[in-house]
């Protein structure tokens, strides 16, 4: 029979597996071995002293919150340490930091949660926002810029009815957490005094199902009500859950009268989720809802540079192209991809090079081809089919085959490539994004009233698949 420990390691290892990346999750938890569960205190037997520190380093909130939410309130946190030579029959005990408890990372039990006075924090509030995540790490690029500068105006003024609330959306692994915790911090900076709470949406669904099974929904309510700044992730997980959201809609109206701030996440736009309610949907398009996009190169590039030079490692220019170029789809598929090529060459003795960065990407990355992701090929097409010069595209010429030229260009970029209306605009002769909006609308318009036009559209996407 399996022991209890391994079990709720299991139920640990299920709830992990969805914070962090895949490259991540297999690199860094999967090697995990539970050992023991006794007098409150977990230990787990990790691999090499490297792997403890690094655990330490970047996913102690991680292992804090979810130990918390398995094994509950008061669990130590120890780890056993597999080394070549040790008296200690090939191990050493590391307590986690400073031998710490997991506490709970916010208020499950409201009866026990601590009470908030206007201008005061309590010393035991714990805000639950990762000290690593600042905005000082949040490299800005052209798909993040306003959502960047947002936060950062609501970090110096919260609650001012422009920015509130802000919603923040878009693809996984873009940056929205990251940037959340960091509006919070920098909050916490600049107002002290401001009861600064990120909590994600799962959790806030669990926190309501306990209040509710112990008949504490008022000191719930209570204690979310008497916020400054609540920030609420991945708002999607509430759907179809009515009386949660039906709970969060009086908190949301409570907050937002009384001037306090709103910052959410969602994996889409609010008018496309679906199983929400209508007066939810309405008030989070109150304030302001901005996408967060896939990072373009330049944008990858510093994240790399940055995450490369945090880690002290050295990376050769080809390998750092490389994985610019072949890791597209999000940032967090940046940072799984630098921990497995960092996990490769330490316990495999080997450099990294080009061929390992390839074999990484492959196993880890579902990467797109690099033709399909290539603007070039996109105009190449389009101009071959039309007969025209390739640089005419971006010439100001206003002839009717040009601009139709010049309008599918754009539509394909962004179908295909999802970059920014702003970031083709840029790259097609310096168009503004309501240009590009505009080209787009019309070759939809066309494809769907004009049968020619539309086979034509089909030749052409099924030449780009070629």
């Known amino acids: 029979m399996q022991p209890n420990y391994q079990s709720l390691w299991d139920k640990c290892l299920g709830i992990i597996k969805d914070i962090v990346s895949e490259p991540a999750f297999r690199t860094w938890f999967l090697p995990v071995v539970p050992v023991s569960y006794e007098n409150r205190k977990f230990t787990i037997q990790v691999p090499t002293q490297f792997f403890y520190e690094y655990l330490e380093e970047n996913y102690v909130h991680v292992m804090k919150t979810t130990l918390y939410h398995v094994f509950g309130e008061g669990v130590i946190l120890n780890y056993r340490v597999v080394v070549e030579k040790s008296e200690k029959n090939g191990t050493i ?107 994600s949406a799962n959790y806030f669904q669990i926190q309501y199902t306990d209040a509710v099974r ?117 940032i967090r598929d940046l940072e799984g991809t630098l921990a497995s090529l960092m996990a490769h060459s330490i316990f495999t003795n080997r450099e990294i090079d080009v061929a390992l960065a390839r074999q990484v990407i492959k196993q880890n990355v579902s990467a797109k081809p690099e033709e399909a992701l290539s603007f070039e090929k996109i105009q190449k097409v389009v101009c071959d089919h039309f007969h025209l010069e390739l640089e005419l595209i971006y010439s100001p010429s206003r002839k009717r085959e040009i601009v139709q030229a010049r309008q599918i260009v754009m539509y394909l970029a962004k179908k295909y490539m999802h970059m920014s209306l702003s970031c083709i605009g840029k790259i097609v002769g310096g168009k503004n994004h309501a240009t590009v909006l505009h080209a787009c609308n019309m070759v939809k318009d066309q494809i769907e009233i004009n049968k020619s036009f539309r086979s034509t559209m089909e030749t052409l996407e099924e030449a780009l698949k070629k």
């Not at 306003?146 to 110096?156: C, K, N, P, Q, V």
């Not at 050295?314 to 789809?329: L, N, R, S």
Request: hydrophobic residues 35%; charged residues 25%.
């Open 93 to 199: 005990d590391y307590p986690a930091t400073n031998g710490r408890t997991v506490i709970s990372p916010s208020p499950v039990d409201p009866k026990k949660a601590p009470e908030i006075h206007e201008g005061h924090v309590p010393r035991d509030f714990d805000s639950q926002l990762n000290p690593n995540y600042t905005i000082n790490r949040f490299y800005e690029g052209v798909s993040n810029k306003l959502a960047r500068r947002a936060g950062e105006a609501i970090a110096d003024n919260p609650g001012k009815a422009t920015f509130n609330p802000l919603l923040l959306y878009g693809h996984s692994g873009v940056g929205k957490t990251h940037l959340c915790h960091a509006i919070g911090l920098r909050t916490r900076e600049t107002h002290p005094g401001k009861k600064v709470l990120y909590v």
């Open 214 to 330: 112990k008949n504490t929904t008022n000191d719930f309510l209570a204690f979310y009500q008497g916020l400054d700044v609540l920030i609420l992730d991945d708002i999607h997980e509430l759907v179809n859950k009515e009386k949660t959201q039906n709970t969060f809609f009086h908190i949301f109206n409570h907050l937002h009268q009384l001037g306090k701030q709103l910052v959410m996440t969602s994996d889409k736009a609010p008018a496309e989720i679906r199983g929400m309610e209508e007066r939810l949907i309405t008030r989070l398009k109150w304030g302001l809802t901005t996408v967060i996009e896939r990072p373009d190169k330049a944008l990858r590039k510093k994240i790399l540079k940055e995450k490369i030079e945090s880690e002290g490692l050295v990376f050769k220019d080809d390998v750092f192209d490389y994985i610019a170029e072949h890791v597209t789809d999000n």
